[in-house]
């Protein structure tokens, strides 16, 4: 399991290229095959960690953790794209990219909750932004949202991730509009529960909506999706 730093990261400090940035926070490549993601405002990094740790002891496809210490985390540096970045070249995989994350949910409902806790883990936040075509398969990041619960949740906010989300700002929307969304989440939910998931659709819905980054479009989409949902 990841140990504390035990000597942390200058917090102002810049430890090596910015390699990647998100909504949240900043990722460096730090040498020697490892990454620090390191969060923009004060935040504690240890509940991700720990539930990384407990995926992998499962045999969930996550980074390696290292060090955890506040606001940074250490993990390996994962080798590859992004689903979404993938699909931005070659389209044409939307389908087959839909079927993966389906079968990334199933390994997921396969792994039991951490001691102490009922339900499955939940990432909550499981879009093609946040899985790396690595060599050896899909590898899933960013569980910073993760949780225990109802599966089915979780399989509920892929599907409205995929049918109006934007997870990764103005590339998603490029990257899923038109036929191209539609194809991915057609080869989402041919592979999922899909009545399972639909029983959750509406509260999934609900919750997103008091998202304050939504924008007046896409919350007029998401309560379009949550009203056909629910009849």
């Known amino acids: ?22 909504r949240d926070a900043d990722v460096y490549d730090i040498g020697g095959g490892r990454v620090l993601r390191r969060y923009r405002t004060e935040h504690d990094s240890a509940p991700e960690a720990a539930i990384m740790a407990h995926l992998a002891d499962h045999g969930f496809p996550v980074p390696a953790v290292h060090d955890v210490d506040g606001r940074d985390l250490v993990m390996d540096r994962v080798e590859g794209a992004t689903q979404l970045d993938v699909l931005l070249r070659r389209p044409w995989r939307a389908a087959s990219f839909g079927r993966e994350l389906a079968e990334l949910h199933r390994r997921l409902d396969a792994v039991p909750a ?7 883990v939940l990432h909550l936040d499981l879009h093609p932004g946040n899985v790396m075509c690595a060599p050896d398969g899909p590898v899933v990041i960013d569980w910073n ?6 599966r089915a949740d979780d399989v509920a906010t892929t599907w409205l991730l995929l049918a109006v989300g ?4 103005g590339r998603v929307i490029q990257a899923l509009a038109s ?3 539609r194809r991915l989440l057609a080869g989402f939910l041919a592979s999922v529960d899909v009545e399972a998931a639909r029983a959750s659709l509406g509260d999934v819905c609900a919750a997103r909506e008091l998202d304050p980054n939504m924008g ?8 379009a999706l949550g009203a056909a949902a629910s009849r």
Request: hydrophobic content about 30%; overall charge positive.
């Open 1 to 22: 399991s990841p140990r504390s730093c035990a000597t942390p990261w200058p917090a102002m400090a810049e430890p090596g290229p910015l390699i990647g940035r998100g």
């Open 179 to 181: 036929v191209l969304r």
């Open 114 to 120: 951490p001691a102490g806790r009922t339900g499955g």
């Open 166 to 169: 934007r997870p990764d700002g």
């Open 145 to 150: 949202n993760a949780g225990v619960g109802d």
């Open 216 to 223: 007046p479009e896409e919350l007029a989409a998401i309560r």
